[in-house]
């Protein structure tokens, strides 16, 4: 099990974490809310943890799909089921009903966040491959 936990790529968790921080930003901001402050939690952590759980499940995080290419459809295939899963966390946590229209905007910019993200890891990855 340590083995498995060494080789986990944690700066591939953290630059997740910076994406939806990102797309929590931008949604604020969008609605003249950047100051929300702890209001802002309420989007960002029912985020986050439907993206860790998704994206686990659809094996971003094992080392054979993070370094190809042709599996940067994963990232926006996992936002399908992050997406739903936040918005459905995020109304049991303000008690209030879930809008189509946020679950809409959350997915597509939630999808292109993570895919613009992992197609930066993808350059940077192999940058250093090709570096030694």
Known sequence: MSARLSSFPYALLVGDTVALAVVTLVGFASHGEIGAGARMLTTFVPLWIAWVIAASLAGLYASEGIFRPGQLW????????????????????LNSPVMPLFITILLVSTALAMLVWRFLWLILQSRRVANG
């Open 74 to 93: 994963r990232p926006a295939a996992a936002s399908l089921l992050a997406v739903p899963l936040a918005a459905w966390l995020r109304g049991i946590l």
